[in-house]
Structure formats: structure tokens, C-alpha cells
């Protein structure tokens, strides 16, 4: 299996919504996080019109494996606004010789986080963004489905 690097992803997450589960009143201000998982693509990569027997973007890319670095601050125990940064390493199929590039237009996010220490908290998150290659004729929208562990200071 050839494995390649995806170009370095930057996306704005305008709301993500988090539900901490043993979260405190005081749990607002500034948070840094660092968060890691799996993720599976969802579509196609090209063409897709009704007669088209083009193939679905998962047999080009198995998956990727996201690192990811969140900057923001909560707005309330539950509602978090902020900017996040990722970097994917992608596991691309057999056939495929070359990582592609492109731009994320919708990021949805959300998780619960626990509290480990008085200042840490580590919790499962699932996101799905919507994206679009910007190098492949006849590029089609298409999504990743992630999950893993986010670990963060708030």
C-alpha cells in the first residue's frame, strides 16, 4: 500500500457544540486541545451523474489519520467557539499514486469531554465535514466521517 500525506487542512469550526458531563459552572474562558482518531471517506471523487459508473472516493483512500489542534474559548459550560488546525496522514488505496488537495466548506463536530484533572479533560468526539477537491476533473463534493479521543485544558 503507497502512503502519502495529505496537504495540511485549516478549517473554522464556528460552533461546536460539546457536552461536558462533569462540567462545573465555571467552565468558560480560553481552551486548548489536541485531538486524534480515524477517519472514512464518504462520496465520490469525481463525476457521480445518474449513468456514471464512477467509483466512490473510498476506493481511492482508505482513510486518514487526523492530528488536529483546537484554539478557542467556551461561551458557556456546553458551547464552544473557535479554530482548529489538522494535519492527515492518508492511507491511500492500491491504485492510487497522489494525495489530492482541496477545501472544506462544512465541519460538524461534536463530543463529550471528562474531567481527568483539574485542568484536563478527555472525551470521545465525531465530526463530518463536506468538502471539495480542487486538482481532479470534475471534482464532486464529498465528506469525511471521523472519531477518536480529544484531550483539553480549559
Known sequence: ????????????????????????????????????????????????????????????????????????WFLSPRVYLGTSFQYSHVLLANHCAQPFEGVEFVNLQGGTDFRISEELWLGPFVTFTVGKYMDVDEARFHGWLMGGLRLSTK
Not at 9 to 14: A, E, N, P
Not at 39 to 65: A, E
Open 1 to 72: 500500500m503507497n502512503l502519502r500525506v495529505l496537504s495540511t487542512l485549516c478549517c473554522l469550526s464556528l460552533c461546536l457544540a460539546t457536552f461536558p458531563a462533569l462540567a462545573d459552572e465555571g467552565a468558560w474562558g480560553v481552551s486548548v486541545g489536541v485531538r486524534t482518531g480515524f477517519g472514512l471517506p464518504v462520496g465520490l471523487l469525481k463525476g457521480g451523474g445518474s449513468d456514471s459508473d464512477d467509483p466512490p472516493l473510498n476506493s481511492w483512500v482508505f482513510g486518514i489519520i487526523p492530528v488536529q489542534l483546537d484554539l478557542g
